[in-house]
């Protein structure tokens, strides 16, 4: 066995020899691939010489607060795989098989030579409104063909799923700390939830982007739901604001990205009025926000007091005041920030 790779978990194992990926008696070995808080996700070197990305979810996930999700979310990032290749060839990993009883999913593994990740191309202050506008076409593109095709919301059953690892830990659990808001905040979670109309990915964030050669590919889709595509695009802004603080001197690059990204997003908006999902959109966008200082996922680099007040300043006010168009959202930032 390399002295750089070690024998991957027992699971693992069993799910690839379950998918026909590894012999009965072959031993596989790897390397664990750090980012992730919800999956062990490893770069496995099968014996043939093949190199596979493999991940297992995990029931308590990696965070400070007891955040907890089912397993069984790996067979629905399995099936969003296999729609989003209909969809947008070329944007997402070839899935290469599922099995249930371990929670082991295996895709096509994307060297990070050729396939960086967008977060931290941002962090170095490579803001490119080009890719970010690619961004927004994409999703754009998935969520039409999932909207021509309602019968495949019988594939996503995960009401309870999305509830247990987006709306609870973000809106509810931002609802707890901040009394005042509680009204609002559950106002977006009943809207988010009673909304049914495509298939949404549900973490589309920097970190779960690959900068292709060519262009975005998705990954990470353990949060898949047949619901409202406006949460996709709210979740995807919410980093590009809060990335102004990661790195002040590029904002008014990230703020650029913000409107590339959702001009071209809404552009592609076919199945209902760009209007409506907008209105949507930018009144969920201030929970998000305020959910990344004090919902159970906070934002790793957001350490200062001052920053993350700075956050409450501006998500408060407009949950107060909701806002029906996403430039007011860019707007009431980018005055806080001077950019």
């Given at each position: 066995?390399?002295?750089?790779?070690?024998?991957?978990?027992?699971?693992?194992?069993?799910?690839?020899?379950?998918m026909?990926?590894l012999?009965?008696?072959?031993?596989?070995e790897?390397?664990p691939?750090?980012?992730?808080?919800?999956s062990?996700?490893?770069?496995?070197?099968?014996?043939d010489?093949?190199?596979i990305?493999?991940k297992?979810?995990?029931?308590?996930?990696?965070?400070?607060?007891?955040?907890r999700?089912?397993?069984?979310?790996?067979?629905?990032?399995?099936?969003?795989?296999?729609?989003?290749?209909?969809?947008?060839?070329?944007?997402?990993?070839?899935?290469?098989?599922?099995?249930?009883?371990?929670?082991?999913?295996?895709?096509?593994?994307?060297?990070?030579?050729?396939?960086?990740?967008?977060?931290?191309?941002?962090h170095?202050?490579?803001?490119?409104?080009?890719?970010?506008?690619?961004?927004?076409?994409?999703?754009?593109r998935?969520?039409a063909?999932?909207?021509?095709?309602?019968?495949?919301?019988?594939?996503?059953p995960?009401?309870q799923?999305?509830?247990?690892?987006?709306?609870?830990?973000?809106?509810v659990a931002?609802?707890?700390?901040?009394?005042?808001?509680?009204?609002?905040?559950t106002?977006?979670?009943?809207r988010?939830?009673?909304?049914?109309?495509t298939?949404?990915?549900?973490?589309?964030?920097?970190?779960?982007?690959?900068?292709?050669?060519?262009?975005?590919?998705?990954?990470?889709?353990?949060?898949?739901w047949?619901?409202?595509?406006?949460?996709?695009?709210a979740f995807?802004?919410?980093?590009?604001?809060?990335?102004?603080?990661?790195?002040?001197?590029?904002?008014s690059d990230f703020?650029?990205?913000?409107?590339?990204?959702a001009?071209?997003y809404?552009?592609g908006?076919?199945?209902?009025?760009?209007?409506?999902?907008?209105?949507?959109?930018a009144?969920?966008?201030?929970?998000?926000?305020?959910?990344?200082?004090?919902?159970?996922?906070?934002?790793?680099?957001?350490?200062?007091?001052?920053?993350?007040?700075?956050?409450?300043?501006?998500?408060?006010?407009?949950?107060?005041?909701?806002?029906?168009r996403?430039?007011?959202?860019?707007?009431?930032w980018?005055?806080?920030?001077?950019?």
């Open positions: 066995m390399s002295a750089r790779l070690a024998e991957i978990p027992a699971p693992m194992t069993e799910g690839l020899r379950a026909g990926l012999a009965p008696d072959g031993v596989a790897g390397e691939l750090s980012g992730g808080v919800s062990d996700i490893w770069r496995v070197v099968l014996p010489g093949r190199e990305c493999t297992r979810a995990l029931a308590k996930l990696k965070v400070a607060a007891d955040w999700a089912p397993v069984i979310r790996n067979r629905y990032e399995a099936r969003w795989l296999a729609r989003a290749a209909e969809a947008a060839p070329c944007s997402v990993p070839a899935l290469l098989g599922q099995n249930e009883a371990t929670g082991t999913l295996a895709m096509q593994w994307l060297p990070p030579a050729d396939h960086p990740v967008w977060k931290a191309r941002l170095d202050g490579h803001a490119d409104a080009g890719f970010a506008a690619e961004v927004g076409r994409r999703i754009a998935i969520h063909h999932a909207a021509r095709r309602p019968a495949l919301s019988a594939d996503f995960t009401d799923l999305f509830h247990a690892i987006r709306l609870e830990p973000y809106l931002t609802a707890r700390v901040h009394r005042d808001l509680a009204p609002a905040l106002a977006l979670v009943a988010t939830a009673a909304t049914r109309l298939l949404v990915h549900g973490d589309v964030s920097p970190k779960n982007i690959l900068v292709g050669p060519r262009g975005p590919v998705f990954i990470d889709a353990e949060c898949a047949w619901g409202d595509p406006a949460f996709d695009l995807c802004l919410n980093h590009l604001l809060l990335k102004c603080l990661w790195t002040p001197a590029c904002a703020l650029r990205c913000f409107e590339a990204l001009t071209a809404l552009a908006v076919e199945w209902e009025a760009p209007a409506v999902l907008e209105t949507r959109a009144s969920l966008l201030p929970g998000l926000f305020l959910a990344r200082v004090d919902g159970k996922s906070p934002v790793e680099y957001l350490t200062d007091e001052a920053d993350r007040n700075r956050v409450r300043r501006v998500a408060r006010a407009l949950l107060l005041a909701p806002p029906d996403l430039r007011s959202v860019r707007t009431a980018g005055d806080e920030i001077g950019a």
